[in-house]
Protein backbone atom coordinates (compact mmCIF):
# COMPACT_ATOMS: atom_id res chain seq x y z
CA UNK A 1 0.00 0.00 0.00
CA UNK A 2 1.74 2.92 -1.32
CA UNK A 3 0.27 6.27 -0.33
CA UNK A 4 1.74 9.22 -1.89
CA UNK A 5 2.18 11.78 1.24
CA UNK A 6 3.38 15.70 0.08
CA UNK A 7 6.55 17.14 1.57
CA UNK A 8 5.34 18.82 4.03
CA UNK A 9 3.22 16.05 5.96
CA UNK A 10 4.20 14.40 8.87
CA UNK A 11 3.29 11.08 10.12
CA UNK A 12 3.54 10.69 14.02
CA UNK A 13 1.33 9.00 16.52
CA UNK A 14 -1.23 10.48 18.35
CA UNK A 15 0.12 9.94 21.44
CA UNK A 16 3.18 11.17 20.45
CA UNK A 17 1.44 14.39 19.33
CA UNK A 18 -0.98 14.59 23.01
CA UNK A 19 2.90 14.48 24.93
CA UNK A 20 4.55 17.07 22.66
CA UNK A 21 1.53 19.48 23.04
CA UNK A 22 1.80 18.96 26.25
CA UNK A 23 5.29 19.48 27.87
CA UNK A 24 5.68 22.70 25.77
CA UNK A 25 3.02 24.16 27.76
CA UNK A 26 3.31 23.16 31.39
CA UNK A 27 1.62 25.77 33.36
CA UNK A 28 3.48 25.87 36.82
CA UNK A 29 1.92 26.52 40.37
CA UNK A 30 3.82 28.29 42.11
CA UNK A 31 4.06 26.60 45.49
CA UNK A 32 6.60 28.91 46.96
CA UNK A 33 7.04 28.85 50.87
CA UNK A 34 10.35 30.02 51.13
CA UNK A 35 13.18 31.47 50.02
CA UNK A 36 13.79 28.96 47.12
CA UNK A 37 10.61 30.72 45.99
CA UNK A 38 12.61 33.55 45.30
CA UNK A 39 15.00 32.14 42.75
CA UNK A 40 11.71 30.56 41.09
CA UNK A 41 10.24 33.82 40.56
CA UNK A 42 13.66 34.59 39.14
CA UNK A 43 13.54 31.59 37.16
CA UNK A 44 10.62 33.73 35.62
CA UNK A 45 11.64 36.72 35.12
CA UNK A 46 12.89 38.41 32.46
CA UNK A 47 17.11 37.28 32.64
CA UNK A 48 15.93 33.79 32.69
CA UNK A 49 12.95 33.48 31.01
CA UNK A 50 11.07 30.59 31.36
CA UNK A 51 8.60 31.54 28.34
CA UNK A 52 11.37 30.12 26.11
CA UNK A 53 10.56 27.04 27.19
CA UNK A 54 6.93 26.98 27.03
CA UNK A 55 6.49 27.40 30.83
CA UNK A 56 5.96 31.27 31.90
CA UNK A 57 2.03 30.73 32.67
CA UNK A 58 2.46 30.88 36.16
CA UNK A 59 -1.21 30.10 37.73
CA UNK A 60 -1.90 30.49 41.12
CA UNK A 61 -5.28 28.23 40.68
CA UNK A 62 -4.67 24.75 41.29
CA UNK A 63 -7.02 23.89 38.33
CA UNK A 64 -5.44 26.10 35.30
CA UNK A 65 -2.18 24.53 36.54
CA UNK A 66 -0.29 21.02 35.61
CA UNK A 67 2.80 21.71 36.94
CA UNK A 68 3.18 22.05 40.81
CA UNK A 69 6.69 23.51 41.79
CA UNK A 70 7.18 23.15 45.35
CA UNK A 71 9.85 25.85 46.28
CA UNK A 72 10.43 25.75 49.54
CA UNK A 73 9.97 24.25 53.57
CA UNK A 74 6.69 22.79 54.21
CA UNK A 75 5.74 22.61 57.62
CA UNK A 76 2.96 20.26 59.07
CA UNK A 77 0.59 22.82 59.03
CA UNK A 78 0.91 23.49 55.32
CA UNK A 79 1.34 19.69 54.39
CA UNK A 80 -2.63 19.08 54.14
CA UNK A 81 -2.89 22.80 52.18
CA UNK A 82 -0.46 21.41 49.67
CA UNK A 83 -2.31 17.97 49.49
CA UNK A 84 -5.21 19.58 49.08
CA UNK A 85 -3.79 21.93 46.28
CA UNK A 86 -2.12 18.63 44.56
CA UNK A 87 -5.54 16.65 44.45
CA UNK A 88 -7.60 19.87 43.12
CA UNK A 89 -5.21 19.64 39.96
CA UNK A 90 -6.26 17.90 36.95
CA UNK A 91 -4.64 15.17 35.01
CA UNK A 92 -2.02 15.14 33.73
CA UNK A 93 -0.04 17.05 36.40
CA UNK A 94 3.43 16.56 37.68
CA UNK A 95 5.58 17.69 40.61
CA UNK A 96 9.07 19.24 40.99
CA UNK A 97 10.91 19.45 44.61
CA UNK A 98 12.66 22.50 44.02
CA UNK A 99 15.13 22.52 46.67
CA UNK A 100 16.98 21.14 49.55
CA UNK A 101 14.05 21.83 51.79
CA UNK A 102 11.29 20.28 49.79
CA UNK A 103 12.75 17.27 48.70
CA UNK A 104 14.57 15.94 52.64
CA UNK A 105 13.92 19.23 54.83
CA UNK A 106 17.34 20.86 54.34
CA UNK A 107 18.81 21.67 57.67
CA UNK A 108 15.65 21.88 59.45
CA UNK A 109 15.55 18.71 60.60
CA UNK A 110 12.74 20.49 63.54
CA UNK A 111 9.60 18.50 65.04
CA UNK A 112 7.16 20.99 62.27
CA UNK A 113 9.10 20.30 59.05
CA UNK A 114 7.82 17.70 56.57
CA UNK A 115 11.34 15.94 55.87
CA UNK A 116 10.87 15.34 52.09
CA UNK A 117 7.58 16.25 50.42
CA UNK A 118 7.79 12.92 48.53
CA UNK A 119 6.25 11.05 51.60
CA UNK A 120 3.08 12.33 51.34
CA UNK A 121 2.87 13.46 47.71
CA UNK A 122 4.15 11.55 44.35
CA UNK A 123 7.01 13.72 43.17
CA UNK A 124 8.53 13.67 39.40
CA UNK A 125 11.84 15.76 39.12
CA UNK A 126 13.99 16.88 42.36
CA UNK A 127 16.59 19.77 42.04
CA UNK A 128 19.21 19.89 44.67
CA UNK A 129 20.87 23.37 45.82
CA UNK A 130 19.97 25.46 48.55
CA UNK A 131 18.47 27.09 46.38
CA UNK A 132 19.27 26.01 43.33
CA UNK A 133 20.20 28.45 40.40
CA UNK A 134 17.44 29.14 37.72
CA UNK A 135 19.52 27.16 35.54
CA UNK A 136 18.96 24.28 37.49
CA UNK A 137 15.24 24.47 37.24
CA UNK A 138 15.35 25.05 33.72
CA UNK A 139 17.14 22.23 33.35
CA UNK A 140 14.86 20.05 35.79
CA UNK A 141 11.51 21.19 33.31
CA UNK A 142 13.30 20.32 30.48
CA UNK A 143 13.70 16.85 31.80
CA UNK A 144 11.11 16.97 32.79
CA UNK A 145 9.43 17.80 28.94
CA UNK A 146 11.86 14.93 28.24
CA UNK A 147 9.63 12.70 30.68
CA UNK A 148 6.53 13.71 29.14
CA UNK A 149 7.61 12.58 26.25
CA UNK A 150 8.69 9.43 26.61
CA UNK A 151 5.81 8.57 28.83
CA UNK A 152 3.20 10.49 28.41
CA UNK A 153 -0.20 8.85 26.44
CA UNK A 154 -3.60 10.24 26.00
CA UNK A 155 -4.89 7.25 28.13
CA UNK A 156 -2.73 8.13 31.14
CA UNK A 157 -1.06 4.75 31.02
CA UNK A 158 1.99 6.49 32.04
CA UNK A 159 0.49 6.56 35.74
CA UNK A 160 -0.44 3.48 36.02
CA UNK A 161 3.39 1.73 36.40
CA UNK A 162 4.79 -0.16 38.82
CA UNK A 163 7.53 2.59 40.14
CA UNK A 164 4.78 5.48 40.58
CA UNK A 165 2.67 3.28 42.81
CA UNK A 166 5.73 2.62 45.02
CA UNK A 167 5.42 3.56 48.32
CA UNK A 168 8.41 5.97 48.72
CA UNK A 169 11.46 5.05 50.49
CA UNK A 170 11.32 7.37 54.11
CA UNK A 171 7.87 5.79 54.78
CA UNK A 172 9.23 2.91 56.16
CA UNK A 173 10.88 4.09 59.22
CA UNK A 174 8.10 6.84 60.25
CA UNK A 175 8.41 7.01 63.76
CA UNK A 176 5.63 6.26 66.05
CA UNK A 177 2.92 8.59 67.42
CA UNK A 178 2.70 8.12 71.11
CA UNK A 179 6.59 6.34 71.60
CA UNK A 180 8.44 6.79 74.47
CA UNK A 181 9.61 10.25 75.37
CA UNK A 182 13.02 11.13 74.82
CA UNK A 183 14.35 13.64 77.87
CA UNK A 184 17.18 15.06 78.31
CA UNK A 185 19.49 13.11 80.78
CA UNK A 186 20.37 15.46 83.68
CA UNK A 187 23.80 17.41 83.57
CA UNK A 188 26.72 16.13 85.83
CA UNK A 189 26.55 18.55 88.87
CA UNK A 190 23.24 19.65 89.03
CA UNK A 191 21.35 19.88 92.40
CA UNK B 1 8.36 61.25 87.76
CA UNK B 2 10.38 58.74 89.48
CA UNK B 3 13.74 56.79 88.55
CA UNK B 4 13.76 53.47 88.06
CA UNK B 5 15.71 52.48 91.59
CA UNK B 6 12.31 54.57 93.17
CA UNK B 7 10.20 52.47 90.91
CA UNK B 8 12.01 49.44 92.30
CA UNK B 9 12.06 50.05 96.01
CA UNK B 10 8.51 51.18 96.16
CA UNK B 11 7.99 47.47 94.48
CA UNK B 12 9.52 45.65 97.35
CA UNK B 13 8.11 48.11 99.63
CA UNK B 14 4.88 46.94 98.97
CA UNK B 15 5.10 43.74 97.60
CA UNK B 16 6.81 40.72 99.60
CA UNK B 17 9.88 38.73 98.91
CA UNK B 18 10.51 40.77 95.19
CA UNK B 19 13.99 40.16 94.31
CA UNK B 20 15.54 42.46 91.76
CA UNK B 21 19.18 42.39 89.91
CA UNK B 22 20.75 44.30 87.09
CA UNK B 23 22.77 43.04 84.13
CA UNK B 24 24.49 45.49 81.32
CA UNK B 25 22.14 48.29 82.54
CA UNK B 26 18.78 46.12 82.39
CA UNK B 27 16.79 45.90 85.29
CA UNK B 28 14.95 42.76 86.48
CA UNK B 29 12.43 42.02 89.59
CA UNK B 30 11.40 38.69 90.11
CA UNK B 31 7.98 38.71 91.57
CA UNK B 32 5.94 35.72 93.28
CA UNK B 33 3.22 34.14 91.24
CA UNK B 34 0.49 34.95 93.74
CA UNK B 35 1.64 38.67 93.34
CA UNK B 36 2.03 39.27 89.56
CA UNK B 37 -0.77 40.55 88.62
CA UNK B 38 -0.89 42.99 91.48
CA UNK B 39 2.64 43.83 90.57
CA UNK B 40 2.06 44.52 87.14
CA UNK B 41 -0.98 46.55 87.23
CA UNK B 42 0.90 48.63 89.95
CA UNK B 43 4.01 49.20 87.33
CA UNK B 44 0.76 50.13 84.65
CA UNK B 45 -1.22 52.53 86.58
CA UNK B 46 1.11 54.02 89.22
CA UNK B 47 4.46 54.03 87.22
CA UNK B 48 3.06 54.34 83.95
CA UNK B 49 4.75 51.35 82.41
CA UNK B 50 2.05 51.70 79.64
CA UNK B 51 3.58 49.35 77.02
CA UNK B 52 4.07 45.83 77.57
CA UNK B 53 7.06 44.88 74.56
CA UNK B 54 6.90 41.25 74.95
CA UNK B 55 5.81 38.38 76.91
CA UNK B 56 7.48 35.23 76.34
CA UNK B 57 8.93 32.64 78.85
CA UNK B 58 12.71 30.54 79.82
CA UNK B 59 12.15 26.89 80.50
CA UNK B 60 15.23 25.56 83.09
CA UNK B 61 15.13 22.00 82.85
CA UNK B 62 18.73 21.00 83.34
CA UNK B 63 20.07 25.05 83.76
CA UNK B 64 22.91 25.38 85.89
CA UNK B 65 21.85 26.32 89.38
CA UNK B 66 18.27 26.81 88.32
CA UNK B 67 15.70 26.04 90.97
CA UNK B 68 12.91 26.76 89.50
CA UNK B 69 11.18 25.45 86.44
CA UNK B 70 10.04 28.24 84.25
CA UNK B 71 10.60 31.82 84.61
CA UNK B 72 7.64 34.03 83.01
CA UNK B 73 8.97 37.25 81.24
CA UNK B 74 7.21 40.48 81.17
CA UNK B 75 9.51 43.35 79.20
CA UNK B 76 7.67 46.58 80.20
CA UNK B 77 8.15 50.22 78.88
CA UNK B 78 7.23 53.30 80.08
CA UNK B 79 6.63 55.65 76.59
CA UNK B 80 6.76 58.88 78.89
CA UNK B 81 9.02 58.28 81.34
CA UNK B 82 11.66 56.58 78.87
CA UNK B 83 12.07 53.23 81.54
CA UNK B 84 12.19 49.89 80.90
CA UNK B 85 11.52 46.78 83.19
CA UNK B 86 11.73 43.41 83.17
CA UNK B 87 9.05 41.64 85.57
CA UNK B 88 10.00 37.41 85.81
CA UNK B 89 7.96 35.00 87.77
CA UNK B 90 8.97 32.25 88.78
CA UNK B 91 6.86 28.98 87.45
CA UNK B 92 7.18 25.21 88.98
CA UNK B 93 4.59 22.55 87.65
CA UNK B 94 1.99 21.29 88.74
CA UNK B 95 0.68 25.40 89.00
CA UNK B 96 1.61 26.68 85.60
CA UNK B 97 -1.21 29.05 85.86
CA UNK B 98 -0.91 33.03 86.10
CA UNK B 99 -4.07 35.71 85.30
CA UNK B 100 -4.30 37.13 81.95
CA UNK B 101 -2.75 40.63 81.66
CA UNK B 102 -5.56 41.23 79.25
CA UNK B 103 -7.37 43.77 80.96
CA UNK B 104 -3.80 45.63 81.46
CA UNK B 105 -2.35 46.11 78.05
CA UNK B 106 -4.30 44.59 74.84
CA UNK B 107 -1.39 43.80 72.89
CA UNK B 108 -0.65 41.07 76.04
CA UNK B 109 -3.46 38.56 73.55
CA UNK B 110 -1.64 36.92 70.87
CA UNK B 111 1.74 37.08 73.48
CA UNK B 112 0.54 35.11 75.60
CA UNK B 113 -1.77 32.31 73.17
CA UNK B 114 2.18 31.97 71.83
CA UNK B 115 3.11 31.41 75.55
CA UNK B 116 0.41 28.95 76.00
CA UNK B 117 1.58 27.90 72.38
CA UNK B 118 5.04 27.02 73.35
CA UNK B 119 5.22 26.70 77.17
CA UNK B 120 2.09 25.46 78.12
CA UNK B 121 1.53 28.07 80.56
CA UNK B 122 -1.97 28.40 81.13
CA UNK B 123 -3.33 32.55 81.64
CA UNK B 124 -6.62 32.80 83.34
CA UNK B 125 -9.00 34.87 82.26
CA UNK B 126 -7.42 35.26 78.89
CA UNK B 127 -10.30 35.82 76.26
CA UNK B 128 -9.60 33.38 73.90
CA UNK B 129 -6.63 31.01 74.94
CA UNK B 130 -6.07 29.16 71.76
CA UNK B 131 -2.82 27.72 70.12
CA UNK B 132 -1.60 30.46 67.85
CA UNK B 133 1.34 29.22 65.59
CA UNK B 134 0.82 25.00 65.74
CA UNK B 135 -2.63 22.96 64.47
CA UNK B 136 -5.33 22.74 66.77
CA UNK B 137 -4.32 19.21 67.51
CA UNK B 138 -1.08 19.35 68.16
CA UNK B 139 -0.48 17.99 71.61
CA UNK B 140 2.55 19.12 72.91
CA UNK B 141 4.17 22.70 74.11
CA UNK B 142 7.62 22.13 71.85
CA UNK B 143 9.40 24.70 73.55
CA UNK B 144 9.99 22.61 76.69
CA UNK B 145 13.40 21.11 77.14
CA UNK B 146 12.26 18.18 77.87
CA UNK B 147 10.63 18.24 73.90
CA UNK B 148 12.38 16.14 72.03
CA UNK B 149 13.87 18.46 69.21
CA UNK B 150 12.51 15.91 66.11
CA UNK B 151 9.69 16.05 67.30
CA UNK B 152 7.33 12.76 68.18
CA UNK B 153 6.27 12.03 65.18
CA UNK B 154 4.08 14.85 64.62
CA UNK B 155 5.37 15.80 61.08
CA UNK B 156 4.71 12.95 59.71
CA UNK B 157 1.08 12.06 60.99
CA UNK B 158 -0.26 12.44 57.82
CA UNK B 159 -1.81 10.60 54.82
CA UNK B 160 0.17 9.64 51.95
CA UNK B 161 -1.24 11.01 48.05
CA UNK B 162 -0.19 8.53 45.61
CA UNK B 163 -0.68 8.83 41.64
CA UNK B 164 -3.28 6.76 41.40
CA UNK B 165 -5.58 8.19 44.24
CA UNK B 166 -5.19 11.90 43.19
S1 LIG C 1 16.62 24.84 50.07
FE1 LIG C 1 17.68 26.65 50.88
S2 LIG C 1 16.91 28.34 49.63
FE2 LIG C 1 15.47 26.63 49.38
S3 LIG C 1 13.88 26.93 50.91
FE3 LIG C 1 15.43 25.62 51.80
S4 LIG C 1 16.79 27.04 52.92
FE4 LIG C 1 15.60 28.23 51.47
Redesign the pocket.
Known amino acids: MAIELPENVVVSKLDSLASWCRKNSLWPMPFA???????LMATGASRHDLARFGAEVFRFSPRQCDLMIV???VVMKMLPVLQRIWQQMHEPKWCIS?????STG???DTYSVVQGIDRFIPVDMYVP????RPEQLIQAIIDLQDKIQAEGTIEGREFNTFARQQRKRALMELPIIGGPQIIMPPRQGVN | MSTLSEVVAALKDRFAEVTDSEFRGQTRVVVQQSQCFDALSCLKNEYGFDMLVDVTCVDYLNFRDATDRFGLVYVLAGTESNLQLTVRVMLNEPDLTVPSVVPLWEGANWMEREVWDMFGIRFEGHPDLRRILLPEEFAAHPLRKDYPLQGRGERHNFPVLTRAEA
Not at chain 1, 33 to 39: P, Q, R
Not at chain 1, 129 to 132: E, T
Open positions: TACCGIEAGRMGACAGVFGCPP
